[in-house]
C-alpha cells in the first residue's frame, strides 16, 4: 500500500503561478510512476502529467509550456509548478503513485485550486 498527501492548492488570480506537492508513505520501494490529475466540476478526471523514475515527463496538450512535474531524489515525492494560469485550470488535483508490485494506482485526497479574480 502506498499513501499519498498532497498539498500547496488554493487561489490564484489569472496568470498567476502556484505548486503543488505530494509526499507518498508505505511502500514507496514499489513505486514506479507518479504525476497529476484534475477533476473540474462535472467533468471526468484528466491526466495533467506523468513522470517516469527515470525523470521522463509527459503532459496533457493543455498545460504543455505552463506546467512542470518533478520528482525528489528519493523518488518519494512529486511536484507540480503551474504557471500561467487561467480559468480553465480550476479544477480538484490527486496526485497519484503507480505501484510495479500491485499494478495498480493509489491516489492521495485531492487539492483544489481556484483561479479567479
Known amino acids: 500500500q502506498v499513501q499519498l498527501v498532497e498539498s500547496g492548492g488554493g487561489l490564484v488570480q489569472p496568470g498567476g503561478s502556484l505548486s503543488l506537492s505530494c509526499t507518498a508513505s508505505g511502500s514507496t520501494f514499489s513505486i514506479g510512476a507518479m504525476g497529476w490529475y484534475r477533476q473540474a466540476p462535472g467533468n471526468q478526471r484528466d491526466m495533467v502529467a506523468t513522470i517516469t523514475n527515470s525523470g521522463r515527463t509527459n503532459y496533457a496538450d493543455s498545460v504543455k509550456g505552463r506546467f512542470t512535474a518533478s520528482r525528489d531524489g528519493a523518488k518519494t515525492a512529486v511536484y507540480l509548478q503551474m504557471n500561467s494560469l487561467n480559468a480553465e485550470d480550476t479544477a480538484v488535483y490527486y496526485c497519484?503513485?503507480?505501484?510495479?508490485?500491485?499494478?495498480?494506482?493509489?491516489w492521495g485526497q485531492g487539492t483544489q485550486v481556484t483561479v479567479s479574480s
Open positions: 497519484y503513485a503507480y505501484s510495479v508490485s500491485t499494478r495498480q494506482n493509489y
